[in-house]
């Protein structure tokens, strides 16, 4: 067996496992052990060849806090103090934080533990002794006396825990701190933990906000003092309780490429603009009709056509004036109109 006596005692309890209760007992030279279960007013009493049973039956990595249960299974006997046929048997105690050797009558028997002489004092103190919990007077009337009615089972083996008390109308948050084997001083530390909490839900905002300014493709970055001027972005500071803790500046995103192979958005809107509409051709009015052709061309016109002549120039016309031609051309129409 590895270590002396009392290391295998500190070493022990309700945690270790069978393999190592079943080793402790034989370096002591133990046939007999005892627990006391959480909350329970009496003892469990097992011997040294159930531990060996157990081993045999593959449940080397069961607890000593299991066993109990194990006996409810059906697969370990609970044993009677009485059936320890000589008096002075030596018996294993597995307490909360290691092991003790005493006769086995002591070891069973109900048990009150020796207060120190400073526990009521105007200290908070609690007690874990025997899988039950036992406050002071001070810790009755600071978080009430149904702090004694904790579940030890539930409370971790280290020496600092934060316990919540469960059931009341607001959030109570309870550390303790060991003092000595059995012994904690209790302190109310409620206002702490609500505050970390609540630092770390902003943290967590912060966390979530700076995560969507990435996604926006921006960069952003911490400075410890105001941004210079000029800063191509926005600031905020940043405070905790009036402190300031700091400048979150986030840079405004630069230009992006247009989809034409990154031109300005000025250039390819020019050159994507259509070209402005010709202004349509206005229509031809329909062909005169042939009534209209003639009175525009006037009789003379048409006698010279008719004859295949071309009108020649009359020198006489040489020097009249407008209406002299106009009146020529009335005299004329006048002859033709006349019949031989």
């Known amino acids: 067996m590895n270590g002396s006596p009392e290391e295998l005692l500190l070493a022990l309890?309700?945690?270790?496992?069978?393999?190592?209760?079943?080793?402790?007992?034989?370096?002591?030279?133990?046939?007999?052990?005892?627990?006391?279960?959480?909350?329970?007013?009496?003892?469990?009493?097992?011997?040294?060849?159930q531990l060996v049973a157990l081993i045999g039956r593959g449940r080397s990595e069961a607890l000593v806090r299991d066993l109990p249960d194990l006996a409810r299974e059906g697969l370990?006997?609970?044993?009677?103090?009485?059936?320890?046929?000589?008096?002075?048997?030596?018996?294993?105690?597995?307490?909360?934080?290691?092991?003790?050797?005493?006769?086995?009558?002591?070891?069973?028997?109900?048990?009150?533990p020796q207060f120190p002489e400073?526990?009521?004092?105007?200290?908070?103190?609690?007690?874990?002794?025997r899988g039950r919990?036992?406050?002071?007077?001070?810790?009755?009337?600071?978080?009430?006396?149904?702090?004694?009615?904790?579940?030890?089972?539930?409370?971790?083996?280290?020496?600092?825990?934060?316990?919540?008390?469960?059931?009341?109308?607001?959030?109570?948050?309870l550390a303790f701190r060991r003092l000595?084997?059995?012994?904690?001083?209790?302190?109310?530390?409620?206002?702490?933990?609500?505050?970390?909490?609540?630092?770390?839900?902003?943290?967590?905002?912060?966390?979530?906000?700076?995560?969507?300014?990435?996604?926006?493709?921006r960069a952003w970055r911490r400075e410890e003092t105001a941004p210079p001027e000029g800063f191509p972005g926005r600031a905020w500071p940043c405070e905790w309780e009036g402190r300031v803790l700091g400048w979150l500046?986030?840079?405004?995103?630069?230009?992006?490429?247009?989809?034409?192979?990154?031109?300005?958005?000025?250039?390819?809107q020019a050159e994507r603009a259509p070209a402005?509409?010709?202004?349509?051709?206005?229509?031809r009015s329909a062909p005169k009709r042939e009534d209209e052709v003639l009175k525009a061309i006037g009789p003379q016109t048409m006698a010279l056509l008719a004859a295949g002549q071309v009108p020649e120039e009359d020198p006489s016309r040489e020097g009249r004036t407008a209406e002299e031609e106009a009146q020529v051309r009335r005299s004329g129409a006048k002859g033709r109109g006349r019949r031989p």
């Open 13 to 49: 309890s309700p945690g270790s496992t069978l393999l190592v209760l079943l080793r402790t007992l034989y370096s002591l030279r133990l046939d007999f052990g005892v627990l006391w279960p959480d909350g329970s007013e009496h003892a469990f009493v097992f011997r040294k060849d």
């Open 76 to 112: 370990i006997r609970l044993v009677e103090p009485e059936e320890a046929e000589a008096e002075g048997v030596q018996a294993l105690l597995v307490e909360r934080r290691g092991g003790r050797v005493l006769p086995l009558s002591e070891a069973v028997a109900p048990w009150e």
């Open 118 to 129: 400073w526990w009521e004092a105007p200290l908070p103190f609690a007690m874990n002794a």
């Open 133 to 173: 919990m036992r406050i002071n007077r001070t810790a009755s009337l600071m978080f009430g006396s149904d702090l004694g009615r904790l579940s030890v089972a539930e409370l971790p083996e280290k020496d600092e825990f934060i316990v919540e008390l469960e059931g009341r109308e607001t959030p109570c948050f």
């Open 180 to 217: 000595e084997s059995d012994i904690f001083i209790i302190e109310d530390c409620t206002g702490e933990l609500l505050e970390a909490q609540d630092i770390s839900w902003w943290a967590a905002v912060g966390r979530a906000w700076t995560a969507s300014i990435e996604a926006e493709g």
């Open 249 to 268: 500046c986030v840079e405004e995103p630069g230009p992006q490429e247009a989809p034409d192979g990154g031109r300005q958005d000025g250039e390819s």
């Open 276 to 283: 402005p509409r010709k202004k349509p051709r206005a229509r």
